[in-house]
């Protein structure tokens, strides 16, 4: 009887729909751990560099220094450097052209450091789409698999002249095993949405924050 209610034994004599249920989870179950630790290393070296490119900026260091240290980079650029790059960029851009006023130069930078920070914004948050519905959708499957194994079951016993425990146990169990690996696959990506969303919120903040003092530090160099 152990070795019939075996997680692996269940498994094994499950149905065909409820093995492929069951599969289908497991494989949402993988992604979603593979997105868990890419997203947790992302968001992890976006606070960190955001940090650093803080820190260098508020240092005192001269704005074009700053620039020509960026753009050195190239693809190399982070998040909040990509930002400045962009306002910095515009802000030279515009305010070389004749016939255009201060005003106009910085609303220009900030429309382009609008654009740069939703495209940080977007990579922040891509993939947490994924582990919503993982999330949401998994228990389903799995309750999808354990109502059609239970019915199986009881289309079994109707063919039986005596129904015992012993007979029913097994086709019960298997089906409960889908609703377990929904559950399996739910609550890792839940917890993981949450926490990941709260993150790229605060770090969207941080950039809106930037971007504002650094709007700033254009108006008067607009002026001068």
């Not at 306002?87 to 305010?95: D, M, Q, T, V």
């Not at 789409?129 to 389903?140: E, K, Q, R």
Request: charge should be neutral.
């Amino acid at each position: 009887m152990g070795a019939d209610l075996s997680i692996l034994e269940l498994v094994a004599q499950a149905s065909l729909i409820v093995k492929l249920v069951m599969l289908t989870l497991l494989g949402a179950s993988m992604m979603s751990w593979t997105f868990i630790f890419q997203k947790w290393k992302e968001l992890k070296e976006a606070r960190v560099e955001a940090q650093v490119f803080e820190d260098q900026f508020w240092s005192g260091s001269d704005l074009v220094t700053i620039y020509k240290t960026v753009e050195a980079k190239g693809n190399g650029c982070t998040g909040m450097e990509r930002i400045f790059q962009a306002g910095f960029k515009e802000f030279a851009r515009l305010r070389g052209q004749p016939g255009i006023d201060g005003r106009s130069v910085v609303e220009g930078s900030q429309r382009a450091m609008r654009v740069a920070m939703n495209r940080e914004i977007d990579y922040l948050e891509g993939k947490l789409s994924f582990l919503a519905t993982v999330g949401s959708t998994s228990p389903y499957v799995g309750l999808f698999g354990t109502v059609w194994g239970i019915m199986n079951s009881f289309r079994s016993l109707g063919a039986m002249n005596q129904a015992t425990l012993a007979s029913v146990a097994p086709g019960i169990a298997e089906a409960l095993v889908a609703t377990a690996i929904g559950l399996f696959a739910a609550i890792p990506a839940v917890i993981a949405y949450n926490r990941y969303a709260n993150d790229a919120e605060r770090l969207g903040s941080r950039y809106d924050i930037f971007v504002e003092e650094f709007s700033t530090i254009l108006q008067r160099q607009a002026h001068v």
